[in-house]
């Protein structure tokens, strides 16, 4: 018998992104609207919340408008409507989920409340990556460093996650520090090429054979040695690549290590971080499994991941009631 086609519209304006996306049977991107906000956050170096929310509620509607136009559907056509409920800014969040109510309550139409980590992790289901239980996950973005041993769809063990500053936050921070455009990872990455990794010897915490994570003493010790050059004479290539080679040794070892005590068929990498080159790489090369990440596009904050993870929730007809609240310190488990 085959399966009917499901077509669930994805919302996401957890932080300074406004997306939305139209994906079919969890896996076929029909639409992908993202309307990045960093030109605006950049001139204060940081994403400032009451701004990211006043953006929002401006192009909110002509986002969905273009999904749904880019997909060649109307709102009638949709089988349900996924949009993150959190973790993220508290202002963002609510105006994503009230579009989204408003939607639902007029098409009636089902409502599902996103995680937007468990969103992250479902952006590999967007792609051509063979899918195989169980599996590695690891989320590295602006807010988060998480590690889950997942088991099936859905399932998660926390295994470990950052105990301070999340991996793009270290980078977002230390990119303030030399300098670097908002938001420093990309910028990081690029200087990083051309730097070498070798020059400043920063430390690896390791922190015991948990699979928790720290970065705020490698940030503070990149403060020290920027201190000791006058702005005009920072090396800033080698120490973007020494920084980049301490966060992305921690990152690797941890997880092989986690790789090797679940015997896991793949690690995930996912979230805005796993764009870094330098870091795919890394992975590549010392992995003792196989590593899959997204393209480009699907790493940093998109609604087609919602909408994939709204596909597995819709499978098990696990709606939210209309009155549902944004959570923005939510949790995954
Ligand atoms: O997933 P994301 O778009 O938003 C959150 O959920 O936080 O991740 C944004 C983070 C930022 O900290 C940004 O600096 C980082 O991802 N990022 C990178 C790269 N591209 C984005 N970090 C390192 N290298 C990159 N190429
Ligand atoms: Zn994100």
């Not at 996924?82 to 408003?102: F, M």
């Not at 807010?143 to 980078?171: P, S, V």
């Not at 890394?282 to 596909?311: F, K, W």
Request: proline share 6%.
């Amino acid at each position: 018998m085959t399966q009917p086609i499901t077509r669930i519209l994805g919302i996401e304006t957890s932080c300074d992104e406004t997306a939305a996306a139209v994906v079919e049977n969890g896996t076929t991107i029909l639409s992908n609207v993202i309307a990045s906000q960093t030109d605006l956050h950049a001139q204060y170096g940081g994403v400032f919340p009451e701004l990211a929310s006043r953006k929002h509620i401006e192009v909110i509607y002509p986002v969905i408008q273009q999904a749904m136009a880019e997909a060649h559907l109307g709102f009638d056509d949709l089988d349900a409507i996924a949009v993150t409920q959190g973790p993220g800014l508290v202002g963002s969040l609510l105006v994503g989920v009230n579009a989204a109510k408003g939607i639902a309550l007029a098409r009636r139409k089902p409502i599902i409340g996103v995680n937007h980590i468990e969103g992250h992790i479902y952006s590999l289901w967007l792609t051509d990556v063979p899918i195989q239980f169980p599996i590695l996950s690891l989320v590295v973005s602006g807010g988060h460093t998480e590690l889950y041993l997942m088991r099936d769809h859905g399932q998660y063990e926390h295994l470990g996650g950052t105990l301070d500053d999340a991996a793009g936050e270290a980078f977002d921070k230390v990119g303030r520090l030399l300098g670097l455009p908002f938001p420093g990872g990309p910028a990081i990455d690029k200087a990083a090429a051309e730097g070498n990794p070798l020059a400043f010897s920063f430390p690896r915490a390791v922190m015991g054979d948990g699979y928790n994570f720290s970065f705020s003493g490698l940030k503070t010790a990149v403060l020290r040695e920027v201190q000791k050059f006058s702005p005009d004479r920072l090396p800033l290539n080698d120490l973007a690549a020494s920084f980049q080679a301490a966060v992305i040794d921690v990152l690797v070892t941890k997880t092989n290590a986690a790789a090797q005590a679940h015997k896991v068929a793949a690690v995930h990498l996912t979230g805005g971080v796993s764009a870094n080159r330098g870091l795919r790489q890394a992975m590549r090369e010392r992995l003792s499994v196989p590593v899959y990440y997204p393209p480009l596009l699907l790493c940093t904050d998109n609604a087609a991941m919602i909408a994939a993870v709204g596909h597995q929730h819709y499978r098990q007809q696990r709606f939210s009631p209309l009155n549902f609240d944004v959570i923005p310190s939510l949790q995954l488990q």
